[in-house]
């Protein structure tokens, strides 16, 4: 359904350390802040329920980054594949993920993360906290419809392998994915546009469903906080 980059996609996938593949390669982070040197932070914004005063000197205005840049196309290009012109981004489309094989998403209590994807003979299948807020959920939908995307028979994924899990979330992968799901769900021009009508936090995270800490985090990276 979306058109991969092989080359780049490939190098993501294999990366199971929690350094971006291309930071010895890269010089904006010479010039610009760098979103992998400051993952600890994300990580905490991404896992919380709340704002935190102190996020706000943290997090600075997205410089350019040729593998977030990349990332946001393979996230317009699902959207563009899905037909999805209208906010909210209905949950429905995660399913559109894999043409090949469905994808059944259960809610069971989860202790110690969002979610967990399982790669079955035919079919995908997605466990997510049922303790969680529905934005909640959906940012760990879409979180584990980026490991759907970017799986391929040559990368097979482990017969369990956990998603958008805090206690276990270390790879550049699992941050990418997240950014993923902030990209999809908080398109660029809707958010633009949205902003200049409601100008609101709180208004924003209702009309894009999503946490507000995840809003909260897209507004100050597009640097309209």
Known sequence: MTTRQPDLWDMLYECNSDRCPLRDHCGHTKIGWCVNDNAEIIKSILGSEDLVQSWHSSIRSEPVCPVFESVERLAYSF????????????????????????????????????GALWELDSTWLLQIREQDSFPQKRFTIFHEVFHILT????????????????????TFRDLVADVFACYV??????????????????????CFIVPAPVMWLRLKRMGLL
Not at 85 to 99: I, N, R, T, W, Y
Not at 151 to 170: K, M, R, V, Y
Not at 197 to 202: I, R
Request: net charge positive; aromatic share 6%.
């Open 79 to 114: 959207l563009k594949n899905a037909g999805i012109e209208f906010m909210p981004v209905p949950s429905g489309v995660a399913h559109l993920a894999d043409q090949t094989r469905p994808l059944e998403i259960h809610s069971l209590h989860l202790n110690h993360c969002h």
């Open 151 to 170: 799986h391929s028979t040559a990368h097979e994924l482990p017969a369990h392998s956990i998603g958008h899990c805090q206690s276990n979330w270390t």
């Open 185 to 206: 769900l908080m398109p660029r021009n809707h958010v633009e546009r949205k902003w200049l009508f409601y100008k609101s936090l709180t208004k924003m995270s209702r």
